[in-house]
């Protein structure tokens, strides 16, 4: 096997056992249902991935990256604090009962949400081979406009799931307190697509051209 798609199975895989880690070791309990549901829907996830996306964009996402716009490195490092901190606010959260007791269907609505997230995003990775972890123009592989599946509607579909996903969680697992690090980091992920948008304008052949088609970027007739 490719070891480029080895090393991305293995980051994922040890992501999602980080997150694991995290929530447990900071609700200092092993019997938080919820923390068990979104951990097992990421597994879910996980398998799904491995068996609908193509080699091609899983090795890439594995890939040690070149030519990476510095800004993203920036935005990317910053924003690795708040996405830790959704995981630790709401184990500490659990722990300490700092929220209000939300209601099943509060709970439910979550994990629908971060469900229907994830499918987005690996919706927009099947239909886009050049998908990858870091913002930069893959010349090395002919990079190309994506205009197919989610594209057809948005620019940046990516990013909406993976917001999603960012918003529910804490829903998912009960903190309100939590939600103020999914803000934070959602708000880094919008300035993340602005920013890309404005680099791919200018820098891969034909999307000024997808632009004037697909006119928005992240929520259809609002931005």
Known sequence: MNKNIVRRII??????????VLLFVSAWSLDWIWAWIL???GFINLIINAMVLPPEVIEERGRK?????????????INFFPLLGIFILSGLDYRFNWSIDLLVPIHI????IVISGSLLFTWAMVSNRFFSTMVRIQAERDHKVAAEGPYKIVRHPGYIGFILMVLATPLVLGSLYALSMSVISSILFVIRTALEDKTLHEELKGYKEYAECVTYKLIPFIW
């Open 11 to 20: 980051q994922t895989v040890a992501t999602l056992l980080f997150q694991g």
């Open 65 to 77: 990256k070149e030519n990476v716009k510095k800004w993203d490195k920036t935005v990317t490092r």
């Open 109 to 112: 609505l979550g994990i629908v």
């Open 39 to 41: 951990i097992g829907a």
